[in-house]
């Protein structure tokens, strides 16, 4: 079982650059969420879908970031521009089904920081 | 007000001591409810649901008072390794949306 797999584990960019952060969910999971920690924010949610299909977004900060579901085993969560308090670590979590009683099982996280 | 709060802490306790942590929810028609647990650096891991009857697992017990909008986790018998960041979890009446808390911090000294 190879759990939630993220990558890059670390990043460090310029002010103004693209960024693009992976994930692969559990085989078998059929919902994918986004989440990114700060200190002063705690845990926040950006995005979720099930089946591909984004379901909420209300929590993407604003334009510059954007995510997508191309298949059931890939997303990805692009900023561009990058700012220096996008600074956080970034989570990825699958789980099985589209219930709010299903574990979440998270990735290892981004730590990704805009210089 | 926030959709979720808990003290930060820190609790800084000695081994075999009992501690417990509130979280507070903003929601009454919240309806799942989950403590997970953090260790630095690492990503969050379930470690129990709460039930509405209030659930044992070990030395482990969570509770949810639904009247007055919080869970609790209790831990006796404190190990070293029980050090972490305990995240309070709630689901939104609404969607697959779950809203962590902030954590509260737990330090077992020996």
């Known amino acids: 079982d190879a759990g939630v797999i993220q990558s890059p584990r670390h990043e460090v960019t310029e002010m103004g650059q693209e960024v693009t952060l992976r994930c692969k969910p559990i085989s078998g999971h059929n919902s994918l969420f986004w989440y990114r920690q700060t200190m002063m924010r705690g845990l926040e949610l950006l995005i979720y879908?099930?089946?591909?299909?984004?379901?909420?977004d209300s929590g993407m900060p604003e334009d510059r970031f954007s995510a997508k579901m191309p298949n059931a085993s890939f997303s990805t969560l692009k900023i561009q521009p990058s700012e220096p308090r996008d600074s956080a670590v970034y989570f990825c979590?699958?789980?099985?089904?589209?219930?709010?009683?299903?574990?979440?099982?998270f990735g290892s996280g981004t730590q990704l920081s805009v210089l | 007000r926030k959709e979720v709060e808990q003290d930060p802490g820190p609790f800084n306790v000695p081994e075999g001591a009992t501690v417990a942590f509130n979280c507070t929810y903003s929601n009454s028609a919240s309806q799942s409810f989950f403590w997970y647990r953090q260790d630095c650096r690492k990503e969050p891991k379930l470690l129990m649901s709460v039930y509405s009857s209030g659930n044992e697992d070990g030395r482990f017990t969570a509770q949810l008072n639904r009247a007055s909008q919080y869970i609790s986790l209790l831990i006796r018998d404190s190990k070293l390794s029980d050090s972490a960041t305990y995240l309070c979890v709630v689901s939104l009446e609404y969607g697959n949306k779950l809203v962590f808390g902030a954590g509260t911090i737990l330090r077992v000294k020996s």
């Open positions: 879908f099930n089946n591909n299909v984004p379901i909420d």
């Open positions: 979590a699958s789980s099985f089904g589209s219930s709010t009683n299903e574990k979440l099982f």
